[in-house]
C-alpha cells in the first residue's frame, strides 16, 4: 500500500534540536511508546475517567493496540494523515494513540465545525481517512463528509463510532477495526523528530491553519510546561479538561497528560457548569483547563459553594484574556493556584505559574519556548515596550501543513514563529500581552485594542463577561461594539460611564452594545467572536453613543 505523506520542512535548525536534545528537553521516544512504557509499569493505574467510568493504562493500551492493528489492515501507515471528530472521552484517546503506533498523524478537530470546515481540513491536508461520530445533536458527521468525497480523492475511509454507526451508508463502523485482536499489532520504530499531530487555529481565518507537530515537541516542551503545573509527581495529575480533547489546548490532554506524564485524564464530552462541579466531586480533579468563560459560569454557580473543591491544585487557563477580578474570585472559591495560559497552536507557550495571580503571563522557560517581543525590524525591544511576541524553543513545531506560503509569511529563516500578537516583557522578565496586531477596530484611522476595552468592562459588577468585536459603519468604517453577557438592563450610557472613571479615552468607548444571557461558545470551546460579529450585524446593535440605543438578545 502507498502511503501519503505531508510535506513538511523542519524550519528550527537542525543543530538547535540537537542541543535541547543534549539538554534533555526531550525525551527521544515516540508517543505510543512512551504511553506504552506506563502501561507496562503500571497497568492497573487510572488513564481514563469518562462519562462511563474509568479505564486504566492495561485497558487503554489494549483498546489502543486493536485499533492500531485494524487501521494497519485498512492500510494506513507511515505518514498517512488521519482526521479525528470524536467527544472528550476513552474512545478519542485510544484512537489518538492507535494513529500515533502505525506511524500516522493525527488530525483532530472538534465536533461543531461544519461539514465546510471539515472538508477544508480533509482536503488540505490529504488526509486518506477520518474518524467521526454518525450524529453529534441531530447533524449527521460522517454522512455529511461521505456526501463530499468526490471533492477528496485522497480520502479512502470515513469510519463513524456512536449510535447510528452500522446504518450510515458508505463508511466504516469503527467496530470492524476491532475485530482484529491486540496480538496482531507489532509496533514499529518511529522517529521521535518526526510529525505525528496537527493542531487547528481556532481563529478567524478564512481557512484554519495546521500546524504540524513531532513527537518530540509534544512530549519534550509542551510535557515540561504541563509538569510544572503541579507540585507532586507528574503521574498523580488529574486533569479534568473542559475543552474538547481536539483543539490545540485540547492536545495536551493524550499526548501530554498520558503519554508523557502517566497522568489521568477526566473527560465528559460537553462543557456544562454544574455538571462540572458534580464532575470534581465524583472525579477528585487536581488541574481544571478551560477557559475563562467557562471558569466565570463555574463561578457564577450557586452550587460551587456546597462542592468540594480540596483535591483541586490549580485552574488552568487560556484561550483568551484572564482579568484580575475573575482570578481573584476563583482564587478564593476554588481555594487553588489560577493560572493564565498564554499558548496558540503555532508554537508559543508561557504561564504565570502556581503563584498569585499577577496580570502577567509568567516568565517564558527556555525549556518550553523562548519568547522574545520585536519591533517592526524584527530586532527585539527594550524592557516594558511593546512589540510582536515571537518564539522558538523545544515546543516549536516543524512547520504549517501543505502551506509554504504560511511558513514563509509566519516563521523567520532562523526558526522563530511571529505570534501576531502585541505583547511586552517587563523589567522582572515577566510577559504581559497586550492584544492581536489583527484583531484591532479601526474607526476612522484610529486603531482601538479590543481586548483593552474588555479588561476595563470586565470589572463592572453586572457583567458577567465581555467580548468586544468590529461593526461595519458608513461613516467611519468601523466602530466597537460591546457584547455583554449580564442579567441586568445595561445601558450604553451605564457601560461609557464605567470607562470613564476608569480613566480610558472616550475615542476607544464602544458605541453600540448587545446584551445576552450568555456569550457563545466555539467548537473548540472559545468564545466565539465570528458569532458575535454575524448576531451584532444582524441585530442592528443599537445605535451610536448618540442614539443610546441598546439590543437585548
Sequence with gaps: MNHTSVRHTDHIPADLRKEWAAAGYYPGQDLYSLFRGHARRSPGAA????????????????TARRLAAGLAQLGIGHGDVVAVQLPNARLACAVDLAVAAVGAIVLPFPLGRGDRDAVSLLRRSEAVAVITVADHHGYPCAERIRKHAD???????????????AE????????????????????????????VRILVTSGSEAEPKMVLYSHNALAGGRGVMMAGLHPG??????????????????SSGTPVTLATLGGSLVLRPAFDAIATLRTITETRPTHLLGVPTMLRMLLDCPEIRHTDLSSLKAAVLGGSALDLDTARRAED??????????????????????????????????????????????????????????????????SYVNSPELDASQRTPDGWTR??????IDEEGRLRIVGRRKDVVIRGGLNISPAEVESVLITHPAIRDVACVAVADPLYGERVCACVATSAQLRLADVTAHLAAAGMEPRKFPERLLLLASLPL?????????????????????????????VTA
Design 151 to 165: 471533492a477528496l480523492p485522497m480520502l479512502r475511509a470515513v469510519i463513524v463510532a456512536g449510535d447510528g454507526a
Design 419 to 424: 505570534t501576531g500578537d502585541l505583547g511586552l
Design 333 to 398: 472559591l476554588l481555594g487553588c493556584a489560577v493560572v493564565s495560559l498564554y499558548g496558540s497552536a503555532d508554537g508559543v507557550s508561557c504561564n504565570s505559574g502556581l503563584g498569585r495571580y499577577d496580570g502577567t503571563v509568567g516568565r517564558p522557560d527556555p525549556a518550553v519556548a523562548d519568547i522574545r517581543v520585536v519591533g517592526p525590524d524584527a530586532t527585539e525591544v527594550a524592557a516594558g515596550a511593546t512589540g510582536e511576541v515571537v518564539a522558538r524553543g523545544p515546543m516549536s513545531p516543524l
Design 522 to 550: 466555539g467548537a473548540a470551546g472559545k468564545v466565539d467572536r465570528q458569532a458575535l460579529r454575524v448576531r451584532a450585524a444582524e441585530q442592528g446593535a443599537g445605535e451610536t453613543r448618540s442614539g443610546q440605543e441598546e
Design 168 to 195: 450510515t451508508p458508505g463508511c466504516v463502523p469503527i467496530e470492524a477495526l476491532f475485530a482484529t485482536s491486540a496480538a496482531e499489532f507489532a509496533p514499529r520504530e518511529i522517529d521521535p523528530d518526526g510529525p
Design 47 to 62: 488513564a481514563v475517567l469518562d462519562a462511563e467510568g474509568t479505564v486504566s493504562y492495561g485497558e487503554l493500551d489494549q
Design 233 to 250: 509527581a507528574p503521574a498523580t495529575m488529574r486533569n479534568l479538561f473542559l475543552v474538547p480533547l481536539a483543539s490545540a489546548f485540547g
